[in-house]
C-alpha cells in the first residue's frame, strides 16, 4: 500500500518519518484510504526553514496576491467539491447532507473568498497616518504561522483550509499546516487544490507546507523555534494549553480554542410559554453531528418549579428516541464515556444513556444528566468539565438567585445562552445574571442555540480562558480574525518611497 | 516619623504590612519624606475584593462617566501641579525643567485627556453590527486591572497615573496600581488628586485601589487571583517574565513593556555627509535623563570604513565631556555597572567611562563599549543584553551586509532607527536590511532617535518580545492601548433593550 507524500520545501515527498497511520470510517470502524507518514523533526525542519525562505519573499507583497491565491484556491476546492466532500464523510462519517456538502463546504469557500477580500481591500490592516508627526502605523504580516486543526471540522476549520488558515494568509503569512490525523485524505485533497493554486497565482511553492501528524513533543519544539512567529490551534484542552504554555514562553502570540460547556440559562418565562418546542430546539442542538461542536450546549441551567421537572422528562425522552450517530474517533468516544463516569462518580444522577451505542461502530448512547445547583456549586470544578459529544448536564436550581451564582462559578466559555421571555421576572432574573454571564463568555445569546457560528464581521468565536487563550480575539468574523496572525508596525519619520503603500499619502 | 496610608476599600488606611521603606533623593543620597509601608497579604486581599465589587456596578456604566473621571482628574493634578513635580524631583531626581514640568507632567495631562476624549466617544470599542443576522460585537471592560509601573517616568507611566492606568479607565475598569518605591510621595500626591475626583464625579470610592509596595510573589498570587481580569507592567525583563508567566498560566490579558536596546543602524552616506551633527545627535539622545528610557539608543551599528572610525573617536569626546547626571536608585546603577562588566568580560572594549562616578551621589560614568560584527554574531546573546543607563554599544562591521546580518541575530526591540541618505548605495543597503529589522521592532525610524515617544494614535510603544509580551498592542497610541485591558463581547440576538448603547441601531 502507498504511503502518502508530505508537502515540503515546495515538492510532495517522501517524509522521513518511519512510522505512519491509516483514517477509520468511524461509521463501519473500517481503515480508509493510503496510509499517512507520522513526520519526524527531519521533516519539520525542512517545513521551517523552507517557510523562513519563503517569507523573506513574500512579506512585502501587496494584500491582492494574497487575496489572488486564496480566491484561486477557493476555486480549486470547488472543482474538486464532490471528491473531497465524499473522502470527508468516509473519514468522519458526519453526513454529507445537511452537514458537508450543503453546509461545511460552502462555509469554507465563503471563509477563504471573504479573507481575500479582506485582504484586497486592506482595511483589517487599520492604517493610520499622523500627518504632523509624520509617524503612521499599521498591523502587517508577522512571518510563519503553524496551524494545527481539530477533529470536528474537516474542512472548514482544518490547517490547510479553515478559518485559521485563511486569516494567516490573507494576513501575508506562510503557512505551515498540520492536518487532523482523523481525516489526512480530506486534508491531502484540499492540498492538491491549493498546491495548483500556488502556482496559478505565481506563488513560491513552498508558501505552504503540510504534515499529516508529529509526536507532540516534536510539535512543541516547532512552536518554539524562531522560524514559527505564530501559531493557531483548535482542539483539545490538554493539547492547547500545552501549546499556549510553548508559545507563551517564546513570548510569540498564539491563539488556541479549547474547551467550552456552553451554559444554557432558562428562565421561568420560557418554561411557561413553550415548553415542548424549546425542548425540541435544545434535543436538535445538543445532538446535532453527534453534539461535536465546539458550541454544543454542555449544560442547561433551569429554574426552580414543576415546569422545570416536566421539562426535564421532555427532554428525556427526547434523548432516548433520538438516533445516535457515530462520534470522530474511538478517542472521542473513549473520552465522553470518561467524561459521563466522572460526573456520574461525582454525583450526577444519569437521567438517559452514559454508555457505548451497540448500533453504530463508534458511538456513545445520547446522555442526559441532572444536578442540584447546591451540588454544581460545591464542586463546579468538576461539573463543568466538557464531555465532548452527544451530552448534556441539568442544573436545577431551588432559587433564581442561584443562576448569576452558577455563572460566577464558571470558567470561561465560547458562548452563553438565556432563554427568557419579555416578562418582568424573567428581565429581572437576567438583570442580575447577564453582568456575570456577559463576563464569562465571548457570545451572549438570547432565546437561541449557540450551535451556528455564523461567518459575520461581528462574531465573536472567542472567549475568556480555557476556551481560548485570550477574551480580546476571535478564530472566526472577518476581519478580527485576520488581525491576530499579524504585528504592529511603526514608521516614524519615514519618507514616502520607503512606506507600504498603504500608509502613503499620495 | 508618620507612615503613610494606603487607599483601600474606599479610605485612607493604615496597611497591615510591618515593613517599610523611604524614599531617596538619588542626587544626594539622603531620604526623602515619609516612611511608607510595604503591603502584605492582607492588603492586597483588601483590594482584590474591593475592586471586584466596585467593578459590578461600574461595568454597566458608559464611556462618559469615564470620561469625566479622567477629565477631573487632570484637572485635579494641574491643580497641584508645582507639588506634584517638585516631589517627583525630589524623588527622582530628573530635572524640573526640561524634563518634569515642561515634558512628563503635560504628558500625563495629555494622556489622560485622550484617553477620556476616547472613552467618550466610544470608537476604540470598534462595535459592529450586522444587521441581516442580528450579530453585534464590540470591546467592552473586562475587569479589574492591576496596574505596575517603572522606576522612569514618575508621573507618564506611573501606576496611579501613565498610560496604562489611563488606558485601563477609559476601557471602563477599576485599577488597582502599585506605585514604585522609588517614588512613593510622588505617587501619594497624584492619588490624593484622584480620590478628590472619584467624589467629585459621583463614582465609588472603591473604584481604585492603591500600594506602595509588595513582596514579588504576593504581587504574583495577586495576578493569578481571579479577581484580577488583565495586567499591566513597565519594567525590567526579570520581573516582567515572571508577572507574564503567571498571567499566562491563568490564561488572562497581560501586558508587560520590558527591555530593549534599540538599535541605530547608520549607514555610510550619514557618516559621510553629517558625522559631527551625528554625533551630536546621537549623544544627546543617548546620555539625556542618563539615558534612563526604554527606548535609549543602546546599540549603534556602523558601516565600513575610516568616516566610521572617526566617528566613534567623536562620540566618545562627547561621552567624555558631558556632564553625569544622577541615576534614579542604587539599584539601576549597580545593574548598569554589572551589565558593563558583563560586556567586558565578553570582550568588548571599554572605550570610555565604565565606573561609577564620583560627582554625583548615585551616578555612574558616560559609557561607551565598541565590538566587532564577528564578536558581536558570535554570541549575540551576551551582547545584546540591556545595559539600562547612560551607556551604549557600538558594533563595526567590515562589511555592509553584516548588518542585515546583526538585525537577525538580535531579539524583539521596541524601536530600530536607521540614518541614511537618498544616495543609491544607502538605499540599496537599507533594501537589505529594512524587511530583517522591520520584523524585529515595534518602532522603525529613519533619521531620528528612539527617545521621545510622542503621544499620537499611530505610536506603537510595543515589540516582538523580550521587548513587550505580544507584538499586536501598543502601551502608547490611544485608542489601540485601550483595547488591550477590554474584551470582545458578542450578543447573537439580543433584542435592542437588552443591548449595550453603542450596539443599538436606534
Known sequence: MTTASVYLSGEWKTSSGTKTFQAHNPATGETVGDQYPVSNWADMEQALQSAADCDLITRDWAGDRFADLLEAYAS?????????????????????????????????????????????????????????????????????????????????????????????????????AKAHPAHPGTTRLMAECLVNSLMAVNFPANFIQLIYDIAPEEGLKAIRDSRIAAVGFTGSQKAGV??????????????????????????????????????????????????????????????????????????????AAAKTGPLLTEGVKDSLLDSIRNLVEGGAELLTGGHAAKEVSCAAQNTLL???????????????????????????TSDASQMAAIAQSLEGQLTGCVYLTDQPEDEAIYQQLEPVLRRRVGRLLNNKMPTGVAVSPAMNHGGPFPATGHPGFTAVGIPASIRRFSMLECYDNVPEHRLPEALRNA
Do not use: H
Not at 465524499?86 to 458526519?94: I, K, R, V, Y
Not at 442547561?300 to 414543576?306: A, C, D, N, Q, S
Not at 444536578?371 to 436545577?396: M, P, R, Y
Open 370 to 396: 441532572a444536578v442540584d445547583a447546591e451540588k454544581f456549586l460545591a464542586d463546579s470544578d468538576l461539573f463543568q468539565q466538557e464531555a465532548f459529544g452527544n451530552c448534556s448536564l441539568i442544573v436545577t
Open 76 to 176: 480549486q476546492l470547488e472543482n474538486r467539491a464532490e471528491e473531497i466532500v465524499e473522502q470527508a464523510n468516509l473519514e468522519t462519517a458526519l453526513p454529507v447532507s445537511p452537514r458537508l456538502k450543503d453546509a461545511e463546504f460552502p462555509r469554507t469557500l465563503a471563509q477563504l473568498r471573504s479573507a481575500a477580500q479582506a485582504a484586497r481591500s486592506g482595511e483589517w490592516a487599520m492604517p493610520v497616518i499622523d500627518d504632523a508627526n509624520n509617524i503612521r502605523s499599521m498591523y502587517r504580516s508577522i512571518g510563519p504561522v503553524f496551524v494545527i486543526g481539530p477533529n470536528n471540522f474537516p474542512l472548514a476549520f482544518n490547517g490547510i483550509s479553515g478559518g485559521d488558515f485563511a486569516a494567516a494568509v490573507a494576513a501575508g503569512n506562510p503557512v505551515i
Open 242 to 319: 500545552a501549546i499556549k504554555a510553548a508559545a507563551d514562553k517564546a513570548g510569540k502570540p498564539v491563539y488556541v480554542e479549547m474547551s467550552s460547556i456552553n451554559p444554557v440559562f432558562v428562565l421561568p418565562g420560557t418554561l411557561a410559554e413553550k415548553s415542548e418546542a424549546f425542548a425540541d430546539e435544545f434535543t436538535g442542538s445538543c445532538l446535532m453531528g453527534s453534539g461535536q461542536f465546539c458550541t454544543n450546549p454542555g449544560l442547561v441551567i433551569l429554574p426552580p418549579g414543576e415546569e422545570a421537572k416536566k421539562w426535564i422528562e421532555l427532554v428525556r425522552d427526547r434523548f
